[in-house]
């Protein structure tokens, strides 16, 4: 296993699409991207002049800190020549660029009669005389394909403070300084969505590196500019490349701590030894099976360790204590070894069965598992690392100590003896279970409350960025305090043909029905709308946004094709006919003039990329559209997520597309993530009860007891979400696992107790004087193995990733709790289930 881990482990990943559950919308995106380009993943990056702090430049004047002063304009299309030639260089990777000097080159190509660049021009006083003709700001009014597009660039790409005004005070007089001014510009890419996910995180690490001032690269000499990048794919490589790591170390340290505590509670090297020899062993055969059977690890996987060292640990505590205990009855360490087995088998399997189950339940398939598939691989990981922990406590554990004593000699260990404690507990349950009772019954209550009222749910990637992952955070912060529409999502719209059909038909319905689209989430707030024009044009593409362009581009095509804007809208002129429709789109497919001035794409580029025609070209196969939209977090993406949902939903019911409509995009990913994540969390805890309590209830026959057992278990639960609550935590994909991970290791607790105690009634002990030896014994090791683990988990606190940070803390309260809950609400409930049912004793 440690060769499988060696040679063929693949790292971890924690790509937004590989916690995102399969959908109907995911096998139709897969069916278009057969024939038209996958959507593009964006890359932004934050412009901003370069201040040397070291030199004192750590003040702004009007000129120095102006992003478009031409120089640094320059500066900017020099540098977007080398991340094309680095594109060129990959197999053209990047698809297009929205960026302030590239829209300026492209009005040089256009109408500088001299064709020459920006390179050639000194400023903005000859670069305007090049690029205008006596035009004047107020020609623009009216022109509301032109108005939407400079608002877009001004809400997007320029900073709220961008001021234009120099510019049209010199078209009016000819007179002053140009020079508009702004303190950063967007500069986004839109990469390949036809890449694989490793493939595009490399290509963004890269294009970082590349755009580096600290990088030894000649585009960080004597730059006048700073960039600041940021994307979901460069997070994800961030966290990736960081993730191994911070398991290394983090693992380092909770085996020193576990050390620590069992050299306390021992004082023996052997009873050290053993166990993390076992242990180590049991962390290998874990992660390299899953290695073997080819599962890809995410970064959930880094909460597999202090599991299995915790639970691998309390396993080795019970059966080290009782081979102890067996060595003053026999001189032979294989005997002493197989009674300890022998007399704890029974709790030890219940308890590693349950908790196995309890891991497992997100790994059944759909519907009684998880979606989500990093959840199913975390649970299936979870289950394996258990049964490895128990196999390697129960026969490695054992054959360490029967090897050593054999060519050692006898080693005796001075176990930590809590007889005092115990006669305290016992005397504390004799007087007080009532009122122990009532006190965690309010509090279950007001932990439920407190729950329902605030836990929320929650996915962020930056969650998982590390302290050396603030950089980002930081870019990402200044873009939203930057630009109005800062970092912009999508979201995905895809039509195919109903079931039995070959294409989309009904031209002029389909028309009609894009047209109510567009009136529709034109008025959608968390949609991108320009400002300041007659008409509303939400910013998104497709076949509708790209006809209309067209039209009014050019009149003549829409002559050509019975098509017309009317009161500044697409709609169909007299004379329309099925075919109409295909024969524009066929138009404009061999159209290779500049559709889009933004970005920069040919008529022909953007219409490929929203449309994809039958293969004898004489009819509509696919649409897709793709609406820019802000949603800045979780939230902001659920609420965005359900509008959109509803109008396909809309687009379908009204029949006028003719197909299937679905809704995609990072937007609804994200939503569905969110969704999934609710549902596992209450599917796994239920299941895990479930099959807690049907095998209690088959290995013991006895239904009451069983749910003796499993109510402290429960309970524990409830204490740990109305934690979470006043901690101010939220459900992740970590944290979602905490109730199932709460009944895994509070139903380990529980029945060695109740074992104990039942072993002890059996034996002719009365209740009390039972409990007393159970506190003695049990309660002993359940200190020590609770304590390991606690402090195992709290190791994950020095994590720098906030989300593992939360789970440490979480976890080590669950652990708390189920313990409280296995020494002090559940002998009080065993002692009156044996008064109920047998008398007072």
């Not at 640094?72 to 594109?87: I, K, N, T």
């Not at 809400?155 to 950063?184: I, K, Q």
């Not at 002029?508 to 034109?522: P, Q, T």
Request: with cysteine; net charge negative.
């Amino acid at each position: 296993m440690a060769n499988q881990l060696i040679y063929n482990f693949e790292g971890f990943t924690t790509d937004l699409g590989s916690f995102a559950p399969e959908t109907e919308a995911d096998a139709a995106e897969e069916r278009i991207s057969t024939v038209m380009d996958s959507s593009p993943h964006m890359i932004y990056i934050h412009v901003e002049p370069y201040i040397d702090s070291a030199e004192g430049g750590n003040e702004c004047d009007e000129t120095f800190c102006n992003v478009l002063e031409f120089g640094a304009l320059q500066q900017l299309s020099d540098d977007l020549s080398r991340v094309e030639e680095f594109s060129a260089a990959n197999g053209d990777f990047v698809i297009a660029h929205l960026n302030t000097a590239d829209m300026m080159e492209r009005a040089l190509e256009e109408r500088d009669e001299q064709g020459r660049n920006l390179a050639d021009f000194n400023d903005w006083g000859e670069f305007l005389g090049a690029v205008t003709d006596g035009d004047k700001c107020t020609d623009a009014i009216g022109n509301d394909q032109a108005i939407a597009s400079a608002s877009f660039a001004a809400s997007a790409m320029l900073h709220t403070d961008f001021d234009y005004e120099p510019v049209c005070e010199w078209l009016d007089t000819g007179e002053g300084d140009p020079t508009p001014r702004a303190s950063s510009t967007m500069w986004a890419i839109e990469i390949s969505g036809d890449i694989s996910d490793d493939v595009r995180q490399n290509r963004a690490s890269q294009i970082r590196a590349l755009l580096d001032l600290d990088a030894k690269h000649p585009l960080g000499n004597n730059s006048a500019l700073q960039y600041g990048v940021i994307s979901d794919d460069l997070i994800s490589h961030d966290i990736n490349e960081s993730t191994l790591d911070n398991l290394v170390w983090l693992l380092l340290i909770a085996v020193m701590v576990v050390v620590v505590l069992l050299a306390m509670a021992f004082r023996s090297f052997m009873m050290v030894a053993a166990p993390l020899l076992g242990l180590s062993a049991a962390l290998v055969w874990t992660y390299g099976i899953v290695t073997f059977v080819g599962m890809r690890f995410s970064i959930l996987e880094v909460a597999v360790a202090p599991v299995v060292l915790g639970l691998g640990i309390d396993y080795s505590i019970h059966l080290q204590r009782g081979y102890e205990e067996a060595k003053n009855q026999t001189e032979s360490a294989a005997q002493a070894w197989v009674k300890s087995v022998s007399v704890l088998r029974l709790a030890l399997s219940l308890a590693v069965i349950t908790t196995v189950f309890a891991f497992l339940a997100n790994s059944f398939p759909p519907p009684f598992g998880s979606e989500l598939a990093p959840l199913r691989t975390f649970g299936f990981t979870l289950a394996l690392g258990v049964v490895s922990a128990f196999v390697a406590s129960t026969v490695f554990v054992g054959a360490v100590h029967v090897v050593v004593e054999k060519t050692g000699g006898e080693k005796r260990s001075r176990g930590l003896k809590m007889n005092r404690l115990a006669d305290l507990a016992t005397r504390f349950q004799r007087r007080n279970t009532a009122r122990v009772l009532l006190v965690v019954a309010l509090i279950t209550m007001g932990s439920v409350i407190v729950a329902i009222r605030e836990l929320d749910t929650s996915f962020e990637l930056t969650d998982f960025l590390s302290e050396d992952g603030m950089d980002i955070m930081e870019v990402r912060n200044d873009m939203y305090d930057s630009y109005e529409a800062a970092a912009w999502k999508s979201v995905i719209i895809l039509i195919e043909p109903l079931p039995g059909e070959d294409a989309l038909s009904g031209e002029r319905d389909l028309l009609k029905g894009l047209g109510f689209f567009d009136d529709r989430i034109a008025g959608i707030p968390e949609v991108v709308n320009p400002t300041n024009t007659d008409s509303q044009r939400p910013s998104y593409d497709g076949l509708h946004p790209i006809l209309r362009d067209a039209v009014e581009n050019d009149p003549l095509f829409g002559d050509s094709y019975h098509l017309g804007i009317f009161d500044g809208e697409l709609g169909v002129a007299d004379g329309f006919a099925e075919g109409d429709l295909v024969g524009a789109v066929s138009d404009l497919m061999s159209n290779d003039s500049t559709g889009d001035g933004l970005r920069g794409l040919s008529w022909a580029e953007r219409i490929g990329m929203h449309v994809a025609m039958t293969e004898d070209g004489q009819s509509l196969l696919y649409l897709k559209m793709r609406v820019d939209v802000l949603a800045r977090s979780s939230e902001e993406a659920q609420e965005v997520a359900e509008v959109f949902v509803k109008q396909a939903e809309l687009l379908e019911e009204e029949g006028l597309v003719g197909g299937e409509v679905h809704v995609t995009g990072d937007v609804i990913v994200l939503n569905n993530v969110l969704s999934e994540l609710v549902v596992s969390q209450v599917t796994s805890t239920v299941i895990s009860l479930l099959v807690s309590m049907l095998v209690l209830v088959l290995l013991t026959r006895r239904l009451g007891q069983s749910l003796v057992v499993i109510l402290p278990v429960g309970l524990a639960g409830a204490w740990v979400v109305g934690a979470m609550a006043v901690l101010g935590m939220n459900w992740n994909v970590l944290t979602i696992m905490i109730t199932a991970l709460t009944i895994g290791l509070g139903i380990d607790y529980s029945i060695h107790v109740w074992r104990r105690f039942e072993a002890n009634r059996l034996s002719g002990m009365g209740t009390w004087q039972a409990m007393r030896d159970m506190y003695a014994t049990t309660g002993t090791a359940l200190l020590l193995s609770a304590g390991t683990t606690i402090c195992g988990f709290l190791v994950l606190k020095l994590s720098p990733i906030p989300v593992i940070q939360d789970f440490g803390i979480v976890s080590s309260i669950s652990v708390l709790f189920s313990l409280m809950m296995a020494l002090f609400v559940l002998p009080g409930l065993l002692a009156a289930e044996v008064r109920s049912g047998n008398g007072y004793d």
